[in-house]
């Protein structure tokens, strides 16, 4: 089985742009979950869906936004990006959400 | 909040056993100790997992005590390749979202 597969893996933005970053899930699975990586916050979870529909959110600003369609690939979208927003940004998928989830290779943004 | 607490960092010799312990005295009874790894800068990697009782699978055995207040990842015969991060994760319940919290992980560092 393929794993989970997330593109661009690297984009450069500028202050103020926004951006769109994208998650296919192992196929079968129908829950994607987002996470950021930082040096100074280390892993930090942003939100889940499941079955189209956001079941889980973390303590992030209404900047970061996602949606699952009926493929179960997942799109994560971030507005007005800040210079604190370069980080690498996590995929994880999972058949349902009481499984072991699989992480994708990230998506390395950096916000000049 | 992190539920885990881990040793910032360890040595382990190649070919010697590696034990990364790990304290979660606040676990509740229906949550999962999750075990993972990241090679610098990709996507962490799924090791293992247990609730109550010893695991093994190719990679590795999961060792929690009885009290499940803390558990002992090992590594049987650690190569160069095991140099990693690895995190310690209490999964939160599932009616509670069943997101993985990271804390800040030990950085395991296999020498020759």
């Known amino acids: 089985k393929a794993g989970v597969t997330q593109t661009p893996r690297y984009l450069i933005k500028t202050r103020g742009q926004q951006v769109t970053l994208s998650c296919s899930p192992i196929?079968?699975?129908?829950?994607v979950s987002w996470y950021q990586q930082t040096p100074g916050q280390g892993l930090q979870f942003l939100f889940e869906y499941f079955s189209e529909t956001q079941r889980n959110k973390g303590n992030f600003p209404g900047r970061f936004s996602g949606r699952q369609f009926s493929n179960s690939r997942s799109e994560m979208n971030v507005s007005t990006l800040e210079l604190g927003d370069s980080a690498l940004y996590l995929c994880a998928s999972r058949a349902s959400p009481t499984d072991t989830q699989y992480f994708g290779p990230g998506t390395r943004l950096t916000v000049l | 909040d992190a539920k885990t607490t881990q040793p910032t960092s360890m040595d382990c010799a190649e070919g010697r056993a590696a034990n990364l312990p790990c304290n979660h005295s606040t676990i509740s009874g229906n949550e999962y100790v999750y075990w993972y790894r990241q090679i610098h800068s990709q996507g962490p990697q799924y090791i293992i997992h247990?609730?109550?009782n010893n695991e093994t699978n190719e990679m590795a055995s999961l060792i929690i005590t009885e009290d499940r207040k803390s558990s002992t990842l090992i590594l049987p015969h650690a190569t160069l390749r095991d140099t990693a991060v690895y995190y310690c994760?209490?999964?939160?319940?599932?009616?509670?979202?069943?997101?993985?919290?990271f804390g800040q992980g030990t950085e395991l560092s296999v020498k020759p």
């Open positions: 247990g609730l109550k």
């Open positions: 994760i209490v999964r939160v319940a599932y009616n509670q979202g069943g997101k993985l919290i």
């Open positions: 196929s079968g699975h129908r829950s």
